[in-house]
């Protein structure tokens, strides 16, 4: 029987999404929180900021899911090679066309909430630590960490985002990873290496 802390956690996650996004839904500006984390920031090289943004860019992303899913092929995981394909994918068109329009929370003349960068590099990091054991596990925990307050800072200093955002991003990308984790039936050749 596989645990239900997964579904606990993706529970919780979409949850927190859900009112994280009421409670800034519409045009209302950026939160004391968002302005704190904008002065913070306030400064930086703009050059370094762009840098920090980069793991959230396509050309970068999109190489890291295709090796994930080679892998998975390779190691006879054909079930974890389609979640790996296809969970980034599902929760970056979920957030664009379903949640950015439904909390319709604007900066300047974008939809902001939540991040689609942070969506899309989240998404690619649950992925990885659901199908990771061990080492790899922990090693992607921490640098996947470190990527996030990188790309929150770069996010936050181009003025992409606001942090509320990058943080309903995180949140909702790991709740639609480990739903559709969850909800993929599994037989015992999918076990994981």
Not at 51 to 64: F, I, K, S
Not at 68 to 85: E, G, M
Not at 147 to 153: D, K, R
Request: net charge neutral; glycine share 8%; aromatic share 6%.
């Amino acid at each position: 029987m596989r645990s239900r802390q997964p579904t606990i956690l993706a529970v919780t996650c979409a949850l927190l999404t859900v009112a994280l996004g009421l409670a800034f839904a519409g045009d209302r500006g950026p939160s004391d929180i968002d302005e704190t984390a904008d002065s913070a920031i306030t400064g930086w090289p703009p050059g370094l900021l762009r840098a920090l943004v980069l793991p959230t860019e396509p050309y970068v992303l999109l190489p890291v899911l295709a090796l994930l899913v080679a892998w998975c092929l390779h190691t006879s995981r054909p079930r974890d090679a389609l979640f790996a394909a296809l969970a980034p994918a599902i929760a970056v068109a979920a957030n664009t066309w379903l949640l950015k329009p439904l909390f319709d929370r604007w900066k300047d003349d974008t939809l902001v909430y939540p991040s689609g960068h942070t969506v899309s590099m989240v998404a690619t990091l649950v992925v990885m630590l659901v199908l990771f054991n061990g080492t790899a596990r922990t090693v992607t925990a921490v640098a996947g960490a470190a990527l996030l307050a990188g790309v929150t800072i770069g996010m936050i200093g181009l003025g992409y985002h606001y942090l509320t955002d990058v943080i309903g991003g995180t949140l909702f990308a790991a709740a639609t990873v480990l739903t559709i984790h969850s909800a993929t039936p599994r037989t015992p050749s999918d076990a994981r290496t």
